[in-house]
């Protein structure tokens, strides 16, 4: 799980992404998390610097009924219709992105005083998380993109739901308003300026060229699926990041793109078999025309998204960059994006 809430106060919520931070100030007690839902123990894990993975709870006992163990179950696939009801989305899920100043200059070199600040960080984060009556937590706040991320790609119909980010324009108050898609259309300088200008949750494909993941002296280079000749990219400028947090991106990235390549090999291995079986002969006799119809078939629906908030760069058109260089506000997911009719 991505949350869980401190056994000493129920009302203190605490993303995962934040569990290498603890740790690094000597704040972090292990045995100090429960489940958001449900009396159940949180583990922290891979909150370590040496640790590839981002760090998580792992959450082993739910008790029976946990409405959190019923999301995180909901959030694993992606929904055909809405699960709001009259008295709204009937699980904890997160409403608003809190960021507390601290975390964006946690770099290598310690600082001092960090250790009162921290303690600071924890109350500052609890008092600004909505509490709600009977201590459910149907309205949360997050401390990165990721689970605003992983709502709105498990829950198409359900778009409507609140969701505030701080810097944005607080006229945008839902998930549909807030995310917004570069459009894959025609490069127009005028028109493009006047969709990207504002800040936003954007979101675009990775592109699959072999050069889509470029790193320069601390600058992130990603570039981004567009149809047409001059790519357009987002540029994030990692140097004050952590290594820790610079490696996660990019082996976070590596790890999907293998994951989609594992894919696509096991579903064309499949399908080639199931091919022998009805023609018989070996896989070295399939007819090249066919084995191109085999090979787009096994092709998945999945791609590499790319979501952050920012903005278009105002000197170059064809570069977004990462709000305050913020790894909170960045996330990557292998998914398949649905959008409704209307
Ligand atoms: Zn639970």
Known sequence: MDIARLKSNHSHIIDSD??????EMHELDKDAFICIGCQA??????????????????????????????????LEKVHTKSITTESGFPYPYPTKLYLQDILNKTNDKKEKNIESRSIKYISNYA?????????????????TIRPIVKHFISFPYDRNNMLSLPMLDSSLSTYNQIFKKISQYKFDLLQWKK??????????????????????????????LFSDYSPVSLIIDTTNWSNKKRNEILDELSSIS?????LYIKTLNAKISQYLLQSGGIKEDIPAREMKKLQESSKSIEEIYIFFVGSLDTNNSRKFILFNDDFRLYYASLCN???PAS
């Open 18 to 23: 934040n569990l290498p931070f603890l740790n």
């Open 41 to 74: 123990k949180a583990l922290p894990c891979s909150y370590k610097p040496i640790n590839k993975k981002r760090a998580y709870f792992m959450i082993n006992d739910h008790e029976n009924g946990c409405d959190a163990y019923k999301y995180e179950q909901l």
């Open 127 to 143: 008092n600004n998380t909505d509490k709600i009556k009977n201590t459910s937590f149907h309205h949360h706040t997050a401390g």
């Open 195 to 224: 969709s990207y200008t504002d800040i936003k949750l954007y979101y675009a494909r990775l592109s699959l060229e072999k050069d889509s993941i470029k790193t320069n002296n601390g600058l992130i280079t990603l570039k981004l």
């Open 258 to 262: 293998k994951q989609k390549k594992d």
């Open 337 to 339: 994006i649905v959008y």
